[in-house]
Nanobody, 124 residues
Framework: QVSLVGSGGGLVQAGGSLRLSCAAS????????MGWFRQAPGKEREFVAA????????RYAESVKGRFTISRDNGKDTAYLQMNLLKPDDTAVYYC?????????????????WGQGTQVTVSS
């Protein structure tokens, strides 16, 4: 089993930055990929970014490419999401997630483990 704790959300003005953290514990060596998803009121859960544990390769949603950066600290078993140039449309609850199988995907249903979510609010 893997447990995830997400943190770092808050209130920021448009154009500002936030850095989210996702601390993993348990059998972290079984995790193949970690990802960030977000969900705004009235909207479906949306893929944001993902990173492979094996080689640190990354992928991003087009809406955040060039503004957000996902990274990992293997020694800390922690993933980060650096969010720059934030927009009001980025307002959502952000969830970190991890796969329980060897899979490289943007689909939320393929992620086995989930953090509790952290609120990001961007004011205009």
């Amino acid at each position: 089993q893997v447990s995830l704790v997400g943190s770092g959300g808050g209130l920021v003005q448009a154009g500002g930055s936030l850095r989210l953290s996702c601390a993993a514990s348990g059998r972290t060596m079984t995790v193949f990929a970690m990802g960030w998803f977000r969900q705004a009121p009235g909207k479906e859960r949306e893929f944001v970014a993902a990173i492979k544990r094996s080689d640190d390769s990354t992928r991003y949603a087009e809406s955040v490419k060039g503004r957000f950066t996902i990274s990992r600290d293997n020694g800390k078993d922690t993933a980060y999401l650096q969010m720059n140039l934030l927009k009001p449309d980025d307002t959502a609850v952000y969830y970190c997630a991890a796969t329980g199988v060897t899979v490289w995907t943007t689909l939320p249903e393929r992620y086995r483990y989930w953090g509790q979510g952290t609120q990001v609010t961007v004011s205009s």
